[in-house]
């Protein structure tokens, strides 16, 4: 069930801020994040609120994913990252999303696209090789 919800924006370093009404101090949650083009992903435990805030860092472990559900990015310092190309939000990477990615490199599309896993604003075979790379790894979303 969820039971509250914020949007936002992080920064290139990964930080953000996001403002919950209903969070309750001393309760467990689980965060559940959500992006365009990204897997559905989840904390690997439930979190509690402290004097009405919370910290948490995907980056630093994979085990920061519940199920592990990320992929390494970075080996120095050592990041992970949420698996791109989940472009239909269906909860698992496959031929459908390829399928989009695709037919948008092979159109040239350009901006702020769905399609554009890698956040350059162009759709290009950067993207089609990220979304293929995913589809071989046959990832999905991993729930508690």
């Given at each position: 069930e969820i039971l509250d919800f914020a949007t936002g924006v992080v920064d290139s370093s990964g930080q953000g801020t996001f403002q919950f009404s209903n969070a309750?101090?001393?309760?467990?949650?689980y965060i559940q994040t959500e992006h365009r083009n990204s897997l559905e992903t989840w904390s690997n435990s439930p979190q509690q609120f402290t004097s009405s805030a919370m910290s948490y860092n995907f980056t630093t472990a994979?085990?920061?994913?519940?199920?592990?559900?990320?992929i390494q990015t970075d080996a120095s310092p050592?990041?992970?990252?949420?698996?791109?190309g989940d472009v239909n939000q269906d909860g698992i990477?496959?031929?459908?999303?390829?399928?989009?990615?695709?037919n948008d490199a092979l159109n040239?599309?350009?901006g702020?696209?769905?399609?554009?896993?890698?956040?350059d604003d162009f759709v290009d075979a950067g993207?089609?090789?990220?979304?293929?790379n995913n589809v071989a790894l046959g990832v999905s979303v991993i729930t508690p």
């Open positions: 309750v101090n001393g309760v467990d949650y994979l085990a920061q994913a519940y199920g592990e559900n990320m050592v990041r992970f990252a949420f698996y791109s990477i496959d031929a459908g999303d390829l399928s989009h990615v695709e040239s599309l350009s702020y696209e769905q399609t554009d896993v890698t956040g993207d089609v090789s990220i979304v293929e």
